[in-house]
């Protein structure tokens, strides 16, 4: 089993930036593929960014691309979430993700492992 605790999240201006973490724990989290997803209150849970196992290639949503960037240490089992420039609909929980058997997964449904979520919100 795959534990995901993340961190990092805050309260920022308009225009600043915050670095998430996520820390796993359990076997083989080397072998995952990790995403990112965000959820606003009251709006479904959407895709930010996905890093395949060796952190080689990546995949963004149309609104993270040039702004966020997603990136793993698989040394320290953690994978983390640059994020510059926010916006105040960047304002979320920020959900990390994790996934043995695809290599880019985008969607929700193709995720196995969960962790609880960080809040980022982002004033004007």
């Known amino acids: 089993q795959v534990q995901l605790v993340e961190s990092g999240g805050g309260l920022v201006q308009a225009g600043g930036s915050l670095r998430l973490s996520c820390a796993a724990s359990?076997?083989?989290?080397?072998?995952?593929?990790m995403g990112w997803f965000r959820q606003a209150p009251g709006k479904e849970r959407e895709f930010v960014a996905v890093?395949?196992?060796?952190?080689?290639?990546?995949n963004y949503a149309d609104s993270s691309k040039g702004r966020f960037t997603i990136s793993r240490d698989n040394a320290k089992n953690t994978v983390y979430l640059q994020m510059n420039s926010l916006e105040p609909e960047d304002t979320a929980v920020y959900i990390c993700?994790?996934?043995?058997?695809?290599?880019?997964?985008?969607?929700?449904?193709?995720?196995?492992?969960w962790g609880q979520g960080t809040q980022v919100t982002v004033s004007s």
């Open positions: 359990g076997r083989t989290f080397s072998n995952y593929a």
């Open positions: 890093i395949n196992w060796t952190g080689g290639r990546t």
């Open positions: 993700a994790a996934d043995r058997w695809r290599s880019l997964p985008k969607e929700p449904h193709e995720y196995s492992y």
